[in-house]
């Protein structure tokens, strides 16, 4: 997996605007929330922007799921549900509150702790989204694994 870069959006400053409220003491512009992650430096990444299972009927439409393996994969993907979507949240609170400690100008210990807590969730997400992957792909033929992945790829989905 890879780091996180974490690019921030600030209004600049003029020197006369130093009263204004999105200018520091110092007439330095403030990092304001205006935040979003990139990975390894590549376009931002739309953490988590779809509900939990949106994609199997477009996945099953994709693989031309026989009435069997759908049964099979919608129930696979519902044992994975009670994991991820806690987990999912976990993450989406865990950003926003690096975000804020970002903004805020929180010490280094506050950050770099809740990006190890951010990084160990998030590694726990991929860990279950690999998992319930590897089950489905039992499921599929040798016909319907190159469709399921080149789906995989289209979603820009990693794990």
Not at 11 to 16: C, I, L, R, Y
Not at 113 to 120: G, K, P
């Amino acid at each position: 997996m890879g780091g996180f870069v974490l690019v921030l959006a600030a209004q600049s400053q003029t020197p006369e605007a130093t009263q204004s409220p999105t200018a520091s003491p110092t007439g330095q512009p403030k990092v304001t929330e205006n935040a979003t992650f990139v990975s390894d430096g590549k376009e931002p990444e739309q953490k988590f922007s779809s509900k939990f299972g949106s994609h199997l009927e477009p996945i099953l439409k994709e693989i031309n799921a026989t009435p069997k393996q759908r049964d099979t994969i919608t129930k696979i993907v519902g044992e994975f549900k009670p994991q991820l979507e806690p987990l999912r949240r976990q993450y989406q609170d865990l950003r926003e509150q690096f975000l804020k400690q970002m903004a805020n100008g929180g010490s280094a210990e506050e950050l770099m702790n809740t990006q190890l807590e951010m990084s160990r969730v998030q590694t726990e997400i991929s860990s279950n989204y690999l998992q319930m992957r590897l089950k489905v792909r039992k499921v599929l033929t040798d016909e319907q694994i190159p469709k399921f992945e080149e789906y995989r790829k289209r979603q820009g989905w990693k794990s």
